[in-house]
C-alpha cells in the first residue's frame, strides 16, 4: 500500500469534498489557488504521485481531469434524517425516521445528524434551497460557524452566528436580507454545519431527502 504524503492527503480530501458538490472536476489552477499553492509545477508532482498510487486517474491530457479512482468506494454511514431547515424565515425541523447514507470523511467527530435546506438566505455562502447539510451536534459554537440555531425553542433556522455579551446575531449570507439579532437567552445551539451535499434533479428536491446516497 502507499503511504501518502501529508500535501497529497489534502489534495486527496479536497477533491473528494469539491466532486461530492460539483459536476465537473477542478482545473490545476483552481486547485493550487484553493490550497493556497504557488507553483503549478510542485502541484503537477503530487497530483502525479497519486496517479501513480492509484488514487486518482491518469490526466491524459485533459484540462479538468482530475477524477478519483475509488469515489464509489468511499466508506458509508448512515445518519439521521431530521427534516428541514430554514435558510431563511425560521421554520420548524421535524424529526423524519429517516437515514441518509454520507461519505465517512464528510461528517464531524461527534454526532451527526442530516437537514435539508429551504429558502436562499445563505447562497453567497454556497448553500442553496434543496442542498442537504451534515450537521454536528453540539450545543456551542465559535464566531463566525455556519449553525442550526433555535428561536424561542420553536424555531430553528440555519445562519452564521456571532456571539456578544449582551446578544446574539444570526447573520445571513444575502445582500438582501437582515441579519436577525436577539438575546441570548432566546438562542439555543443545535449544532455547527460539517458538511454538505447537492443533487441536481431539483424536481425530485423536497420529496425524499433520504433518497440521497
Not at 503530487?46 to 468511499?74: F, Y
Not at 433555535?150 to 446578544?167: F, M, P, Y
Request: hydrophobic letters at 45%; aromatic letters at 4%; charged letters at 25%.
Amino acid at each position: 500500500m502507499t503511504v501518502l504524503t501529508r500535501r497529497q492527503q489534502q489534495i486527496h480530501r479536497f477533491l473528494r469534498r469539491y466532486l461530492a458538490t460539483h459536476s465537473e472536476a477542478p482545473t490545476l489552477d483552481e486547485l493550487c489557488a484553493a490550497l493556497g499553492l504557488s507553483s503549478r509545477g510542485s502541484l503537477h508532482k503530487h497530483v502525479q504521485a497519486l496517479v501513480d498510487a492509484g488514487v486518482l486517474a491518469p490526466l491524459e491530457g485533459r484540462r479538468r481531469g482530475l477524477r478519483l479512482m475509488d469515489a464509489s468506494a468511499a466508506e458509508m454511514r448512515s445518519l439521521p434524517f431530521l427534516g428541514f431547515v430554514a435558510a431563511g424565515r425560521p421554520i420548524e425541523a421535524v424529526a423524519q425516521g429517516q437515514t441518509v447514507a454520507v461519505p465517512d470523511w464528510l461528517g464531524g467527530r461527534g454526532d451527526c445528524y442530516v437537514l435539508q435546506v429551504r429558502g436562499d438566505s445563505m447562497i453567497e455562502a454556497g448553500i442553496l434551497d434543496g442542498d442537504w447539510v451534515v450537521i454536528e451536534s453540539r450545543s456551542h459554537a465559535r464566531n463566525g460557524e455556519i449553525v442550526v440555531a433555535l428561536i424561542d425553542g420553536e424555531e430553528v433556522t440555519l445562519k452564521r452566528i456571532l456571539q456578544e455579551a449582551e446578544r446574539v446575531t444570526l447573520e445571513p449570507a444575502n445582500a438582501a436580507l437582515e441579519p436577525l439579532s436577539v438575546h441570548p437567552d432566546r438562542v439555543q445551539v443545535q449544532g455547527v454545519l460539517v458538511g454538505q451535499m447537492r443533487r441536481y434533479d431539483r424536481d425530485v428536491v423536497g420529496q425524499h431527502g433520504a433518497r440521497m446516497a
